[in-house]
Each structure stands twice: as C-alpha cells, then as structure tokens.
C-alpha cells in the first residue's frame, strides 16, 4: 500500500477516528468537519497535527506535507 498522503481526505482518514483528530487539535467535532469540508487547516493547528501524527505513528505528516496540501501543483 502506498503510504503517501495526496489530499485533506487521506490526512484526515489517517486518524482511527475523527473523534480523536479533534481531540488532538483541541477543536470541537463541528470544527473539525469545517476544517475538512474547507480542505484546510489553519496554520495555528499545524503544529499540533504534526506532534499527533508523530504519537500515533502516522507517518508523512510533517510542514511540507501540510504546505503541500494547501498550495496545489495546479491551479484551481
């Protein structure tokens, strides 16, 4: 299985549950679903996602992905 994360989707499947992205973030749950129906996550919580993924040992989560994911190779 390729490992590589290519959107906000995947990053967010990553976690076992959505319940426990939000509690990592510390953001509510309708927050979390704001975040993923925007395809974006507000700098602020980067930080935090990167530290999570590292605990959970979900691998490829680091600024450049994050950068990545926000700055499309093509426009929109």
Known sequence: MDETITSFDDLFTRWPRQGHLSADLGVSPQHLRMMRVRRSIPVRFWP??????ARRGIGGVDYALLVRLHVPDEPR
């Open 48 to 53: 935090r996602v990167v530290a999570a993924a």
